[in-house]
């Protein structure tokens, strides 16, 4: 099972079968376990506003700049301030903008969303500096790690640096899932490698007695190949995982069923998807501490959706226009449990990895993606979905953002860890 919106052409068969089924499995689910892990059905998040979700990163490892005076700058936190001078790139001006991230294309009719820019807290943040980066960047390999919001973040920055040298592509596979670009003029090589769990993991294709067709084989204790392998051949990597922990999978270790989440069959123990999302983020930390990486490692944080008035298949919208400030929007409780581990393992391992000399970084985008709700295509994940009818019921995509847009800052922030440490 996928994001619905990886196979446009079975959508809609697709969306009546997954909320089905996801509503029955939530519903049942709640009445069963009363814990938290079992809140999501499938992919798609509840929207509950939890009043006792508070934001604690006390415990978090961010780098603080000094900024001439004691002050100290925390890039992940701050507000968005109003930017005169829009987005580096247009609808027009980058080509390489998936069709359901192509707001502008698709006909999103408010443009305010576009002129916002990143103001972390105790510091100014320059905007990524294309000519500056490259600079930096000739010989150089990177490698986006990953599932569809990676791609989002990787066509961001390559649509920014488009200003000074466009990207070649020069390998795909059939589906575009992995994917090589190069920038000749800097010898610069990007990767995107699909990767939605980070783990060894495969879709059932049919009923083998142990999984049902469609439902995921996660082996907890083996990281996927396809970045493993060339793990050792990347300047810098960001690696990010999360959202997809949330659908129905059984869980290996060692070739032997642990348990599942969302089981079908009832042999099997429940786990939740927490503890599977933990063993990994676990098993992918050791790995990179372990390792003799010589680059730069960022772990991305998940990023969270904003569906309110329901969960996506219940008509949840994200119609707002503008951004919001700290504490007026909460994370879904499931958006907070991955956070949670997320700060929480990479706590347990911080030092560690300075020990070891592995320049591992979190980068926690998700505080400031909370602040844009209104940066996601919405029903603008399709063409014109209103050119027929105009009170069309369109499914909204509060998930990934609309490029250009928000996740534009993201690469701000990347060249600032970059550059200043
Ligand atoms: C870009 O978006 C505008 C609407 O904002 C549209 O008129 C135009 O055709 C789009 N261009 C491309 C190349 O997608
Ligand atoms: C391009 O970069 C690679 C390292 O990524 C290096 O081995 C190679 O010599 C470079 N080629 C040129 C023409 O600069
Ligand atoms: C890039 O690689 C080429 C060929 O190996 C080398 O001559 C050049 O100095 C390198 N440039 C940088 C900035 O490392
Ligand atoms: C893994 O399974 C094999 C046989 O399937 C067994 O010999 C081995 O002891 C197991 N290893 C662990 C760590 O459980
Ligand atoms: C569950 O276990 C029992 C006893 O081992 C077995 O007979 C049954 O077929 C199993 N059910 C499923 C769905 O695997």
Redesign the pocket.
Known sequence: MGFWWSSPHKTIHYLIKLSISALLVGLAFRLIHNRSSAVSGSLFLENTISADSQENTDHLPTKEVGIGSEEKCNLFHGVWVANKAGPFYTNGSCNIITEDQNCMKNGRPDSDYLYWKWKPRGCELARLDPGRFL?LM??KTWAFVGDSISRNQFQSLLCILSKVEEAVLVHHDENYKFQRWFLPLH?LTFSLIWSPFLAQAAVSKDNNGVSTSGVHELHLDSLDKSWTEQYNSFDYMILSSGKWFLNRAVYYTNNTVLGCHHCLNKNFTELGFDFAYRRVIRAVLDYILTSSHKGMIFYRTSTPDHFEGGQWFEGGTCSREAPVQEGQFELSEVNKILRDIELEEFGKIIDKAYENGVDLRLFDVNPMSLLRPDGHPGPYRFYQPFAKDGKAKVISDCLHWCLPGPIDSWNDVLMEMIING
Do not use: A, I, K, S
Request: charged letters at 50%; aromatic letters at 0%.
């Open positions: 600079d000739r010989n010898n």
